[in-house]
């Protein structure tokens, strides 16, 4: 059973039928796609230019105009019709789709920014220069951008990233599997994760920062060719002949695995200051300092230590 409704005015959809698939395709304008319990809503708060058309066909809600021919386009061919689009009738759209955790997503759009939140399926966004925000993402993510930036807080599933000059920025991160590349943004990555890390990122001219847990289990091979480095753990090894500079070593068992390339960025390797969270939990009251028991006292020493 399929059904089809034609937005050209601000409009609130309901659909009672189950969802398990979204795919949203605009131009410029905003997409925000937030999972929450209860049937998926559709709200449409701007529209200039042709309507969008929606369709609800064996669980697949599709938000799309009628004359888009994107139907599995590759993010790398965003940059020309992006171009191609600008000078067509001005289409933007601003769209709000609540949908059931578990549904999968898949985004595309030339300009529009996008946030996702709370998804636990797979999901895919595909930009040209829309701005990307991923929020609480427990499945896979395969997010792409020619020149757009990306930011994922808190994502737990394997992230993939792709970008030409669009910047990567992770924070809080507890996904196991990183994998980014690069032509020229920067990548940032603050991974919190206690699982074993498997991190690969490779970049021409961007900078690439790493602030990972200590301790951590990975075997750590970094380099640049004329980039400055930087590396705050004593257990691993800076080497290099001539421009090119190499981080070299094992952290902890090393049974996971960080490595990282860049042509001419610099590299930093950071290390993650250890929380009062992370204080064991069977630690008894006797263990405890005069300062633990009074933590309205001030203790510099501590800071210092850091």
Same mark, same amino acid.
């Given at each position: 059973m399929? /059904?089809?409704w034609t937005v050209s005015t601000p409009e609130k959809l309901t659909f009672e039928a189950g969802v398990s698939r979204l795919k949203v395709r605009t131009i410029t304008g905003a997409v925000n796609v937030v999972?929450? /319990?209860?049937?998926?809503?559709? /709200?449409v708060t701007e529209i200039d230019g042709p309507p969008l058309l929606v369709t609800l066909a064996n669980g697949e809600l599709t938000v799309s105009y009628d004359d888009l021919p994107w139907k599995d386009f590759s993010w790398k061919d965003l940059g020309p019709l992006l171009g191609r689009w600008r000078?067509?009738?001005k289409r933007r759209a601003v769209v709000s789709v609540t949908v059931p955790a578990g549904t999968a997503v898949e985004l595309g759009s030339a300009s529009s920014d996008t946030v996702i939140s709370g998804i636990t399926a797979p999901v895919t966004v595909?930009?040209?220069s829309g701005s990307t925000t991923l929020v609480r993402l427990s499945g896979p993510v395969d997010a792409n951008t020619?020149?757009?930036s990306i930011q994922a807080q808190s994502v737990s599933g394997d992230l993939k990233v792709n970008t030409i000059s669009g910047d990567l920025t992770v924070f809080d991160g507890t996904s196991g599997r990183v994998k980014a590349h690069s032509v020229?943004?920067?990548i940032t990555l603050d991974l919190v994760h206690d699982n074993e890390t498997d991190v690969q990122i490779a970049n021409v001219s961007g900078d690439v920062a790493v602030r990972i847990p200590?301790?951590?289990?990975? /075997?750590v091979q970094a380099n640049t060719t004329s980039g400055d480095v930087s590396n705050a753990f004593d257990e691993l090894r800076v080497g290099g002949t001539w421009g090119a500079k190499q981080i070299n070593g094992t952290l902890g068992a090393g049974t996971g695995k960080l490595k990282i390339t860049t042509v001419s960025g610099s590299l930093s390797l950071l290390r993650r200051p250890t929380s009062e969270d992370d204080v064991p939990a069977d630690a008894t009251a006797q263990d405890k300092t005069p300062a633990d028991a009074a933590p309205q006292a001030l203790d510099f020493s501590k800071e210092d230590e850091a």
């Open positions: 399929s /059904e089809q999972a929450a /319990e209860g049937p998926a809503r559709l /709200e000078t067509a009738a595909h930009s040209a020619v020149s757009g020229s943004g920067a200590a301790p951590t289990d990975a /075997e």
